[in-house]
């Protein structure tokens, strides 16, 4: 059975390149391959990381806090798009006036309108 992303509409997962360097330089492959596994089911499925060994656990820690700071980010970004949507779409109901309704047509045809 496939598991579902816990964030559907975010489409990456960001890897800094300040961790990106330490791990190719200062783990092991099998090491960099078990963080970048727990990071990923921690961002994609909100797995909580396994206990490793002390210095794995660290990073791991580290990197996950990166994850909810991006997805903190993510979100936010998401709510103010959709408040600006539904203002737009929906805003307020008042009916506008000749002048008002004047004003936005000069400014979406400026050429074509005559006063």
Same mark, same amino acid.
């Given at each position: 059975?496939?598991?579902?992303p816990?964030?559907?509409?975010?489409?990456?997962?960001?890897l800094?390149?300040?961790?990106?360097e330490?791990l $190719?330089?200062?783990?092991?492959?099998?090491e960099?391959?078990?963080?970048l596994?727990a990071v990923?089911?921690?961002?994609?499925?909100g797995?909580?990381?396994a206990?490793?060994? &002390?210095? $794995?656990?660290?990073?791991?820690?580290?990197?996950c806090?990166?994850?909810d700071?991006?997805?903190?980010?993510?979100?936010?970004?998401?709510?103010?798009?959709?408040a600006?949507i539904?203002?737009r779409w929906?805003g307020?109901? &008042?009916?506008?006036?000749?002048?008002?309704?004047?004003?936005e047509l000069? $400014?979406?045809?400026? &050429?074509?309108?005559?006063?």
């Open positions: 059975m496939k598991r579902q816990i964030h559907a509409n975010k489409k990456y997962i960001a800094f390149y300040d961790k990106c330490m $190719l330089d200062k783990f092991s492959d099998e960099a391959g078990k963080i596994k990923m089911n921690y961002e994609l499925y797995i909580e990381p206990e490793t060994d &002390r210095t $794995l656990d660290i990073f791991i820690t580290a990197m806090h990166e994850c700071l991006t997805i903190k980010k993510f979100s936010d970004k998401s709510a103010k798009a959709k600006a539904n203002k929906q307020d109901k &008042r009916e506008m006036t000749q002048e008002e309704i004047d004003a000069d $400014l979406m045809f400026p &050429r074509t309108r005559k006063k």
